[in-house]
């Protein structure tokens, strides 16, 4: 800022503030019966609400378009995950079966495949709620800022650092990772009754065939 003051006993006091231009610094005037010591005071006790404001959006939006980018990752690990599932599938029947029998095993021994996936799920869910809790509290910020701005007579000080976050808070969509991992859910949920019926039919097969054995024997 470059502040220039106009003092003298006889001064009404006023302070002024012009509208900021790129980068130049923001010219501000001062008139009234003022002690040099305080025109530092005067001025910061103009801008502190609106400064305050300024730096809750700033750190909101910035939390956001982080958490947005980790989002991203982790909704393409789970998509990565989804392809090699299908992958896996894609190698004839029998082997198919045979993977579901895998499945069953190491989910019955606590290691099933599901569990990263379930854990990523769990994560990008999460994600998804902080950013949508954070972009509240930016645009309550915001309103802050506006009404700050207008009550204490500033110009909007510091909208030329704050366009970049704001319009990359405004355009984030998580659209993408819920049609992500709710596709991804159905398909586990298919695949565990798929899995637990072709279980089911070999286990009471072999005991099927067990049993048939002794009756044999025992005739």
Do not use: C
Request: charged share 25%; no cysteine; aromatic share 6%.
């Amino acid at each position: 800022m470059r502040v220039s003051v106009w003092s003298g006993p006889s001064l009404d006091f006023d302070i002024d503030f012009d509208k900021p231009v790129g980068m130049e610094p923001v010219d501000v005037r001062i008139r009234g019966n003022i002690a040099p010591e305080m025109v530092s005071v005067l001025v910061g006790s103009e801008v502190f609400s609106p400064g305050a404001a300024f730096a809750r959006i700033k750190n909101g939006s910035r939390r956001v378009l982080n958490i947005e980018q980790s989002l991203r990752s982790k909704t393409a690990t789970l998509l990565l995950m989804d392809y090699a599932t299908v992958e896996r599938a894609d190698v004839g029947a029998w082997r198919t079966v045979g993977h579901a029998l895998q499945d069953v095993w190491s989910f019955m021994r606590g290691k099933g495949r599901g569990r990263p996936v379930r854990r990523i799920i769990s994560e990008i869910w999460l994600q998804m709620a902080a950013i949508e809790s954070l972009q509240r509290m930016v645009a309550d910020a915001r309103r802050d800022y506006q009404d700050a701005s207008s009550e204490f007579a500033t110009p909007e000080l510091f909208d030329g650092d704050l366009k970049d976050d704001e319009a990359g808070v405004a355009s984030i969509d998580t659209g993408f990772a819920r049609s992500a991992i709710e596709n991804k859910s159905a398909r586990m949920e298919h695949r565990g009754v798929v899995g637990a019926t072709v279980a089911a039919a070999v286990i009471g097969s072999g005991i099927g065939a067990a049993i048939g054995g002794l009756v044999t024997s025992g005739g």
